[in-house]
């Protein structure tokens, strides 16, 4: 084996935990930053043999990577291999001029900014700091530092939006144009205080997510941007100067493909096992602080198991599988009544093999259609 070729690190700092976040996360504890970078390092000073010698992708998620404290932040990224594609999510309100050009110094080629949404009671109901104003000076901040790369997360169906609010921030979004968007509906757990505050509101918005979904992808495919997963979008090759655009980062997760996460809560897939770490950050740094591995979780993954998670990621893709590597999973009767239905696309590559794929029908209806692909 010669190594995950993908690599996540999680920094789990934030300024504050809005009411429907289920991450891994830690308020302030900027005591803490400087030692959690030193155990983040030791972790990766401990697996040597389970990354290769030049990663093709390095991702920085979090909680607020960009909250982390600017030396421990800046040391880290020192630390770190260089990869074709490095990415860092960003909170609005944390990127200046200077943040914005020290990652650049530092190797990081991608950003990915949680704009969420550009309507002021949207963002006082989702509990975050930036205002409109504070994603345009963020983005602008980026452009200057020389950033060519740039992602959009925005949310829709939150309490108290209407269908022409989410069509406003999507304007709001073109308009300024970044390479990347992701477009997530609103997932706020059972029990959280997000639900026990809006359980009513939630509820009639989940009745509207469908109309909010192609609605998203209505105006973004209207607008040349290529719908390659069902939450994501990015500019063509041919708008790009030959670029593929496409978050290579989670390509890897969607492809099947072994990675490292690194962090507390962090999850790795390697060689059909995968183990998360604790999720307990006071044991985390203490564990690395003595030299050892944080306590992990693990899971044997079966081939079979891995095969079916990869037809049900794949299949959010716009691109097909290859029916062969996934027939012990398929159920091979259900696909000529699924292409009847316009659901499903069957095809050949450039080899001759026999490929399947999901219309853009059968996209938009997601994954019933997987589900009874399923054998």
Not at 53 to 70: A, M, Q, R, V, Y
Not at 239 to 262: F, P, S, T, V
């Amino acid at each position: 084996m010669n190594g995950a070729r993908h690599l996540y690190l999680h920094l789990p700092f934030c300024a504050h935990r809005c009411g429907y976040c289920d991450f891994v996360t830690a308020v302030g504890r900027r005591d803490q930053h400087d030692a959690y970078v030193e155990a983040l390092l030791g972790e990766l000073a401990l697996e040597p043999k389970l990354l290769a010698s030049e990663p093709e992708t390095l991702f920085l998620g979090g909680g607020t990577p960009t909250f982390t404290e600017p030396r421990a932040l800046e040391r880290l990224l020192q630390s770190l291999p260089r990869a074709r594609e490095t990415t860092v999510e960003a909170n609005p309100e944390t990127v200046t001029q200077e943040l914005a050009e020290t990652l650049r110094r530092h190797g990081v080629n991608r950003v990915s900014l949680g704009v969420q949404s550009f309507q002021p009671h949207l963002l006082e109901v989702l509990e975050r700091v930036a205002q409109p104003d504070t994603v345009r000076r963020a983005f602008y901040s980026l452009r200057d530092a020389g950033f060519d790369n740039i992602s959009f997360d925005l949310i829709y169906g939150i309490p108290g939006q209407s269908a022409s609010e989410l069509e406003s921030d999507l304007d709001e979004a073109l308009e300024l144009g970044p390479e990347h968007l992701s477009c997530y509906e609103l997932e706020a757990k059972p029990g959280t205080r997000f639900t026990h505050t809006h359980g009513d509101e939630l509820a009639r918005q989940g009745e509207a997510m469908e109309g909010y979904f192609e609605l998203v992808v209505e105006r973004l495919t209207a607008a040349g941007y290529r719908w390659y997963e069902t939450a994501n979008f990015c500019l063509p090759m041919e708008r790009a100067g030959g670029r593929d655009l496409r978050a290579r980062h989670n390509l890897a997760y969607w492809l099947g493909r072994d990675y490292l996460g690194l962090g507390v809560g962090a999850v790795s897939t390697i060689a059909g096992r995968r183990w998360r770490n604790t999720p307990r950050l006071r044991a985390y740094i203490d564990a690395l602080a003595a030299g050892r591995r944080p306590k992990r979780e693990v899971e044997h993954l079966s081939p079979a198991v891995m095969s079916r998670e990869r037809v049900m990621l794949g299949l959010r893709l716009d691109e097909p599988l290859r029916v062969a590597e996934f027939a012990n999973v398929l159920d091979l009767e259900a696909l000529p009544r699924l292409q009847r239905l316009g659901l499903l696309r069957r095809d050949s590559d450039e080899q001759g093999t026999p490929t399947v794929g999901l219309t853009a029908r059968g996209r938009r209806l997601g994954g019933g259609v997987t589900a009874d692909l399923l054998a």
